[in-house]
């Protein structure tokens, strides 16, 4: 079906779209002409995106093939204060915090590999019959920012970002006023017929006894595992009894949700089917790998009755309502960043104009700037100079390599590659940066002519179980700022976002396994079974409310993470205690002289305050370096 689609299909050369995709009619040989000279936007680029072809190769060849490039004996550039590897939020923080203690004449250069800024705080657009379309392709919300350190929280007001507005732009009745719930889609390939209908939900009590009967009466199921989830979403049946309250905990720690549903509910496998994969988009892998005390705090049916009371969180809290979301996600605090560091990068000055803004790539790297932007640039060696006063910063762009120098360099990319990368960093903390395994991610945006078929539904968002692809998609967040409106009518154009993140469940494996099987599947996948698979999971889904994809699909954007979300300590895998105060993961962020590490991995938290409160924590390092 997805030949038959009214889209381009996407080749791509070097992360460039070739055909009308990327918004024009020019021939592939000027598309990488174009590319050279600037004039491609990355964020109207659709197909292939996230980790794009031309982004990662050279760290692959250095990583996977231990391929050495050769220092260039000529230096580009004249001495830097601040070389800062990686342009994400992390990277940006930091080039920021530096500025503001070191003056405006202090000369700082960011590397990036990517064709864009941000990291993984990615923005995307559309055009769809003449409206324009805003959506995120990564790093999603400033999430609990009440939260923040004094440090993270200061970073936003820098930055130009007041979060208390979002209170006004986030439309939180949007949904209910136009009384549009969460479906659950059973597809014909697992269930024997594609059925849509509404979730019964994670949490007990969240429908009375009809209410949830009268929904279940329509799932494709046995008689016994309708009745069997009945009965688990209504139980305050204590599984444990006879357990003290500290035995209780300790069980559930040390087992999975599955094993709990399984073996001490003994709800059957298909009602364990419906919940397994609700967590993929937040700790990136079901309940086969999650332990039954972290289904505890997240509210799942059948431990409601454990009489355990409230436990600390593990890892983030939500505490705050989930609305602080720009439109294009996270790319809109990276913009903010940006627009701090090079004015002429972005035009305007508040939160709001910056959604509408079109972003001067041509302005991030002029050589007369005290903070320069430098895309397409993969970091290969990482250096002290012979006498320590220096740091020499290897790169690989277009294809030719490159030598900088600064008087100090933070290191903001993937923390995996940094023993790749400098050879300074000692055994024991290698191993400890080897520990974590990222997340594997992909944030999947579709341009639709209209939202007809959730109208007809009822629902704005629908979950799937045992996915082909997507476990989850829906209408985007309902967030109107500045000159940006979101859609009002069924019949205008809007964005669809889902989520596909890639796992190995049920076979025994623990979070970090998946993560490195997922992150193989998903480099070995072409992008045309991907959009495949998300047309006929569209289709089979909405097909009953009207959609169809030949006629409603404009546009496709598949944001690609194999390194996605950064390795938060797990219950069932990981020792007790650990988490972003203690782990392998603070030796493996130690300061190396000149060289100090600032990602969101480095925080063990996958959040934005993760990423600032690194940038701080860095900088603060180098300062004291002199």
């Known amino acids: 079906m997805a030949d038959t689609l009214k889209i381009s299909r996407r080749d791509f050369i070097n992360g460039v779209a070739l055909g009308a995709a990327a918004g024009c009619a020019l021939s592939p040989a000027e598309l990488l002409a174009a590319a050279e000279r600037g004039e491609v936007y990355p964020p109207g680029l659709t197909g292939l995106r996230g980790a794009h072809p031309g982004s990662f190769e050279t760290a692959h060849a250095v990583s996977w093939a231990g391929t050495k490039f050769s220092r260039p004996k000529q230096q580009t550039d004249t001495i830097y204060d601040l070389v800062v590897v990686g342009g994400g939020l992390s990277g940006l923080a930091a080039a920021l915090r530096y500025r503001q203690h070191s003056g405006d004449a202090a000369k700082i250069l960011i590397l990036d590999n990517h ?41 936003l007001i820098d930055a130009g970002i007041e979060v208390d507005r979002f209170y006004k732009y986030f439309d939180q009745s949007y949904f209910s006023d136009r009384k549009l719930g969460r479906g659950i889609y059973f597809s014909a390939a697992e269930y024997g017929k594609d059925v849509t209908v509404p979730g019964v939900g994670r949490w007990p009590g969240a429908l009375d006894q009809s209410q949830a009967e009268k929904i279940v009466n329509d799932y494709p199921l046995s008689e016994e595992s309708k009745a ?38 003994a709800s059957g496998e298909d009602v364990y089917q419906l919940y397994r994969d609700t967590t993929r988009g937040f700790w990136g892998v079901g309940f086969d790998a999650l332990s039954a005390l972290e ?38 605090v990276a913009r903010a960043l940006v627009r701090r560091l090079i004015p002429d990068a972005l035009p305007g000055n508040s939160m709001e104009d910056l959604v509408g803004a079109r972003a001067n790539y041509e302005a991030l790297d002029k050589p007369a700037a005290a903070t320069r932007i430098r895309l397409n640039s993969t970091a290969v060696d990482v250096r002290h100079t012979a006498n320590q006063k220096h740091v020499d910063v290897t790169y690989v762009s277009n294809g030719t390599t490159h030598r900088v120098r600064a008087k100090h360099a933070i290191w903001a990319g993937y923390n995996a590659m940094i023993p790749h990368v400098c050879q300074e960093v000692p055994a024991e903390q290698v191993e400890a940066i080897d520990y974590a395994s990222k997340v594997p991610l992909v944030y999947i945006n579709i341009a639709v002519r209209n939202w007809r078929a959730f109208a007809n539904l009822g629902f704005n968002s629908i979950s799937i179980p045992k996915p082909e692809l997507m476990h989850s998609f829906g209408m985007d967040f309902p967030v109107s700022m500045g000159s940006y409106e979101f859609t009002r009518k069924p019949d205008e154009p809007t964005i669809l976002h889902g989520t596909y993140v890639p796992t190995v469940p049920d076979q025994g494996l623990t979070a970090r396994e998946q993560h490195a099987q997922g992150r193989r599947a998903l480099y070995e996948k072409p992008y045309a079974e991907i959009e495949a698979s998300i047309v006929g999971q ?89």
């Open 115 to 155: 064709d864009d800024f941000g990291g993984h705080a990615k923005r995307n657009e559309f055009t769809v019959d003449g409206r324009h379309l805003i959506g995120y392709g990564g790093s999603q919300s400033i999430d609990t920012p009440g939260s923040y350190s004094p440090a993270a929280r200061q970073l």
């Open 228 to 265: 069997s989830l009945l009965r688990l979403l209504h139980s305050e049946t204590d599984y444990l009894s006879g357990d003290s309250r500290a035995t209780k905990v300790d069980r559930l720690r040390r087992m999975s949700y599955r094993d709990y549903l399984l073996d001490i509910v």
């Open 295 to 332: 289904a505890y705090r997240l509210g799942m049916p059948g431990l409601a009755g454990l009489g355990i009371g409230e436990l600390p969180p593990k890892g983030h809290a939500r505490d705050e309502p989930y609305i602080f979301h720009f439109p294009d996600g996270n790319a809109g």
């Open 538 to 626: 569209l289709q089979g889904s909405l097909g009953s409310g009207g959609f169809d994809a030949v006629r409603d699909i404009a546009g496709i954007t598949v944001n690609r993470w194999p390194h996605g979300y950064a390795y938060e300590y797990n219950d069932l895998s990981d020792p007790e205690g650990w988490g972003p105060n203690e782990g392998p993961h603070v030796l493996g962020r130690a300061q190396i002289g000149r060289i100090s590490i600032a990602n969101s991995d480095a925080s063990a938290l996958a959040y934005v305050n993760g990423a600032f409160d690194a940038a701080e924590r860095a900088v603060n390092e180098q300062l004291k370096v002199g």
